[in-house]
């Protein structure tokens, strides 16, 4: 399956030891690639050789990614992991074709190129504070 979407977000590389060694992961946000009031949006992980796959990418950039999902149950609860393999920059009409390359400027193009009346939110924004549950997942 393929996703194509606004990169809004590229976390660092992560670390993750597990019993047959390390392995490195990192994580993408995307938003669709679509004119609605309603924007949805998708996390993607991108693990081991795949993380090599990020290294040209900006915030901004519209991608393609192909990706695998998989749902697994931990302590009756059911858990979605999305994987992704596979990603193609794919400059549409609605993004620039170099992204801008201070912090500031990216807002400003974006909305001079959207049309937009108000400016995103900041693009390396933290995570939003997640609940804190009782059970916490082994992987």
């Not at 009031?37 to 992980?45: P, R």
């Not at 302590?75 to 500031?104: L, M, Q």
């Not at 974006?110 to 108000?118: D, M, N, P, Q, S």
């Amino acid at each position: 399956m393929n996703y194509e979407g606004k990169l809004l977000n590229i976390l660092p590389v992560e670390t993750i030891s597990t019993g047959g060694g390390d392995r490195q992961k990192q994580t993408i946000v995307l938003e669709e690639n679509r004119d609605s009031e309603y924007k949805g949006g998708i996390v993607v992980d991108f693990w081991g050789e795949k993380v090599a796959l990020l290294a040209d990418l900006k915030v901004w950039d519209i991608i393609d990614v192909w990706l695998n999902s998989k749902a697994r149950e931990y302590n009756g609860r059911w858990y979605n992991a999305i994987t992704g393999w596979k990603i193609e920059k794919t400059w549409g009409e609605s993004g620039p074709a170099v992204p801008p390359a201070t912090a500031a400027a990216p807002a400003a193009a974006w909305i001079a190129t959207e049309k937009v009346a108000a400016a995103p939110a900041a693009t390396t924004a933290a995570a939003p504070e997640t609940q804190e549950y009782e059970d916490e997942l082994p992987f």
